[in-house]
């Protein structure tokens, strides 16, 4: 079932869902998916599972010489969505990235997904390599999203990249990544808006927000997108602030400001747990105001630890 079936089923009635990180390479997948089943009781009917890029790592050899090779510190997403399909009965929402990707590649990817039963995917440029710091695009890969939404809408039409046959069409429905405080790399609002709406122009059927703590971000950004003429679903992304380091890491790391209510009244705790209860009920508050908004579905980056969205969870529904 597509996301955007899911919003239409629910006729105006928020839905609840989570996206979940795969484990650094080695580690037991059970503990991800047990770390999640409580969230269960309140019936995600689809699970984002993130993809990241390989990293450069530089390894010493014993002659003393350097090699680079690129490294993916957390694979698995394709296999972590089948499983979750598999354990939860759920859609999984698995994130297709450009970078470190030829469009030959994504397009074996894509029929991995689509043999696998996903209707969805989220797509994105992905984050630049921590050790260049910005962007670079794989030779023949794709450097925007807008240009790898096209390739995913080419799939559904049965346009393949080097075929001269039409093929058996895919059915993909296309999410994307919106930001209400702005992309880092945009010079100006209005120029990553336009970016935005190229995105939808290309196909995309939903709008996934980078997580805020300050839902008049999300209100302003809403209302620009109906203004522009963009009416795709546009989903908040929520995140409940857990500890006290997290008031300088997430801004610097999403580039998102903090509400200086909540940057107060997490100063005040003397322990991390307290922060993370006033994350919990900052992030109730949050919610309440959202569902009364409209919102169609509420969205948690759940980043490995998930009692806190639990909490959430059930001070809301
Ligand atoms: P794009 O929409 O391609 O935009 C990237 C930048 O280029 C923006 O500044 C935009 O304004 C600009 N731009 C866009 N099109 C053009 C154009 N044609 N010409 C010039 N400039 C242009 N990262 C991962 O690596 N893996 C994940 O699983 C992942 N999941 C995410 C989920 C969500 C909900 C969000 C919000 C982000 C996620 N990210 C993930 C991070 C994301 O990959 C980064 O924020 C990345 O820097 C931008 O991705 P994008 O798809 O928004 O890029």
Same mark, same amino acid.
């Given at each position: 079932?597509?996301?955007?079936?899911?919003?239409?089923?629910?006729?105006?009635?928020?839905?609840?869902?989570?996206?979940?990180?795969?484990?650094?390479?080695?580690?037991?997948?059970?503990?991800?998916?047990?770390?999640?089943?409580?969230?269960?009781?309140?019936?995600?009917?689809?699970?984002?599972?993130?993809?990241?890029?390989?990293?450069?790592?530089?390894?010493?050899?014993?002659?003393?010489?350097?090699?680079?090779?690129?490294?993916?510190?957390?694979?698995?997403?394709?296999?972590?969505?089948?499983? =979750?399909?598999?354990?939860?009965?759920?859609?999984?929402?698995?994130?297709?990235?450009?970078?470190?990707?030829?469009?030959?590649?994504?397009?074996?990817?894509?029929?991995? =997904?689509?043999?696998?039963?996903?209707?969805?995917?989220?797509? =994105?440029?992905?984050?630049?390599?921590?050790?260049?710091?910005?962007?670079?695009?794989?030779?023949?890969?794709?450097?925007?999203?807008?240009?790898?939404?096209? *390739?995913?809408?080419?799939?559904?039409?049965?346009?393949?990249?080097?075929?001269?046959? *039409?093929?058996?069409?895919?059915?993909?429905?296309?999410?994307?990544?919106? #930001?209400?405080?702005?992309?880092?790399?945009?010079?100006?609002?209005?120029?990553?808006?336009?970016?935005?709406?190229?995105?939808?122009?290309?196909?995309?059927?939903?709008?996934?927000?980078?997580?805020?703590?300050?839902?008049?971000?999300?209100?302003?950004?809403?209302?620009?997108?109906?203004?522009?003429?963009?009416?795709?679903?546009?989903?908040?992304?929520?995140?409940?602030?857990?500890?006290?380091?997290?008031?300088?890491?997430?801004?610097?790391?999403?580039?998102?400001?903090?509400?200086?209510?909540?940057?107060?009244?997490?100063? *005040?705790?003397?322990?991390?747990?307290?922060?993370?209860?006033?994350?919990?009920?900052?992030?109730?508050?949050?919610?309440?105001?959202?569902?009364? #908004?409209?919102?169609?579905?509420?969205?948690?980056?759940?980043?490995?630890?998930?009692?806190?969205?639990?909490?959430?969870?059930?001070?809301?529904?």
């Amino acid at each position: 079932t597509k996301v955007t079936e899911y919003i239409q089923q629910a006729a105006g009635k928020p839905l609840f869902s989570i996206e979940i990180i795969p484990p650094l390479k080695g580690q037991n997948i059970n503990q991800l998916l047990d770390s999640i089943d409580p969230l269960m009781e309140f019936k995600p009917p689809f699970v984002d599972v993130t993809y990241h890029r390989e990293e450069l790592i530089d390894k010493h050899n014993s002659d003393g010489s350097v090699l680079r090779i690129p490294i993916r510190k957390r694979p698995g997403t394709v296999g972590i969505c089948a499983r =979750l399909m598999e354990r939860f009965r759920v859609d999984a929402v698995p994130h297709v990235i450009c970078g470190g990707f030829t469009r030959e590649e994504t397009e074996d990817m894509l029929f991995d =997904l689509h043999y696998l039963g996903i209707d969805n995917v989220l797509v =994105l440029r992905g984050d630049p390599e921590k050790s260049a710091g910005v962007f670079t695009a794989k030779k023949g890969g794709h450097a925007y999203a807008s240009d790898l939404i096209r *390739q995913v809408c080419g799939m559904n039409q049965g346009v393949l990249l080097h075929e001269e046959t *039409q093929a058996s069409p895919t059915n993909f429905c296309i999410g994307v990544a919106g #930001y209400p405080e702005k992309h880092f790399e945009a010079t100006d609002y209005d120029t990553d808006f336009g970016y935005l709406k190229k995105k939808v122009e290309a196909g995309a059927d939903y709008i996934v927000t980078q997580m805020f703590f300050d839902n008049q971000r999300y209100f302003k950004f809403v209302e620009r997108c109906r203004a522009e003429g963009i009416t795709v679903p546009i989903i908040p992304g929520l995140k409940p602030l857990a500890t006290k380091k997290q008031l300088t890491v997430l801004p610097r790391i999403f580039h998102l400001d903090m509400p200086e209510d909540l940057v107060r009244a997490a100063e *005040q705790c003397e322990t991390d747990q307290q922060v993370r209860q006033v994350g919990v009920e900052w992030g109730i508050q949050q919610c309440r105001e959202l569902i009364e #908004y409209g919102i169609p579905v509420l969205h948690f980056y759940t980043m490995g630890k998930s009692d806190n969205v639990l909490q959430i969870a059930r001070g809301v529904f």
